[in-house]
């Protein structure tokens, strides 16, 4: 997979997780709501400010951003919930797409460091150690 075409899967892989997480800020429920509704809320923020930041990044390349939700969840590996979970269920589910947005974007920079990239490299780069950390928060709350 070259560059261009990982940033597009890390493109719609962030959007899922953003809606997922917004979701998750509507419909968490319990004793931890006030708590869980603020922090899925930055979270959803940060990951929305980054899915632009992400498409902006494949026209700087000279290619065309996805036009319509099909194209941009084209390939996606992040899964949906079917059901809404409890609000510790919402936290190991949101740890593991963090998880796998993490490995995607370094995978990303791994392979426009190899095409000689170095804005996309250190554009993935970046956003795979903040979401290091966003998971290391998660973590530390379950
Ligand atoms: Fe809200």
Redesign the pocket.
Known sequence: MNTIHQVQQALGNTFAVYAKVHSF??NVTGPRFQEL?SFF?ELYTSLWKDIDDIAETIRIQGKEAPQNLSEILKGVVITECPTTPSASEMLSIISSDIDTLINIYISTARTAEKEENIGIEAFFGERAGKYQKILWMLKSMQ
């Open positions: 800020h509507w509704h809320g």
